[in-house]
């Protein structure tokens, strides 16, 4: 089986090929802001402009002629409703025009099964840190269930805020990681944990108010020690609640090096391991979609025209995962 899957959730139109199982492309284009945050009708406009190239430059990478696919998977939710259009939309047309099956990924959900491939994991429970998710998640009952998730900002999001502050371009995460490093003195800022959630509003707000009063590498250090411990408390506690010992990182906030210890040193602890998705596929990537896609047609799913409306608030634990 070949299928050809599509990812526009947010910022990366991307196009993935996967035969029986086995990823042979993975092309994307990536819309990068010039100041600010994403703009939803900057980011579709983009994908418009970039869908056919880059579903074309796979085609090219894997040797294939568009007729040889034989189904196509789209990332149908969760994400920025202009952007889900596109795939959307590029998704329909493929599958009308060749005649071939159509499914649709739930964007998290492809996340954490090209994450159990790549690193090895057989039933993790899954730290999903990103732009926009942030979520623990864990399988029971036949669906991945989010255990943990942010009460008001993604991570991801909440680094992106607190470096504008700082003049820092889009995205802030890797320069706010890398003042974080020169940092050594650490300042109380708000850690808000409550059950398994936990939030980001208050906790950059704080840091904004503090911007004058310290050196911002200070800032960054303390700003990271206290948000990635709140996720690794909450991520933990899924662990002890649902007696799993593999704990698999990905999103794009994954990349950070702190947070990749600090998930390690309490999977030591638990008598665990910690495994990190390749970062290609921590990144919004079109091959995640296509091998997750793929899982479902093997098992008898397949999404009809008519329900394959994109679904901005698509939740993870709506969907029915067959092989769990
Ligand atoms: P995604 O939404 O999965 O594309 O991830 C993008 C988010 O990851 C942005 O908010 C970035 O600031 C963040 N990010 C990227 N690299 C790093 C890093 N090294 N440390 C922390 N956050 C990062
Ligand atoms: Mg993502």
Redo the contacts with the bound molecule.
Sequence with gaps: MITLGIEST???FGVGIVRDGEIIANTKSMYSPEKGGIHPGEASEHHYANAVNTIKNALQNANLEKEEIDSIAFSQGPGIPQCLQIGGVAARSLSVSLGIPLVGVNHCVAHIEIGKKEANLDDPVTLY?????SQVIGSAGGKYRVFGETLDI????A??KV?RKLGIP?????E??KLAEKGDKFIELPYVVKGMDFSYSGLVTKVQRELNKHEKEDLCYSFQEHAFAMLVEATERAMAHLGKDEVLLT???A???R?NEMLEIMAEDRGAVARKSPMKY???NGAMIAYTGQKLLKSGEKTKFENSETRPDWRTEQVDIPWL
């Design positions: 947010a910022h990366t840190v990103a732009g926009g998710n993604a991570i991801g999001n680094l992106d470096a889009h995205p802030g995460g890797p706010i990681e999103g794009g906030v990349a950070n090096k947070l921590c990144m919004d």
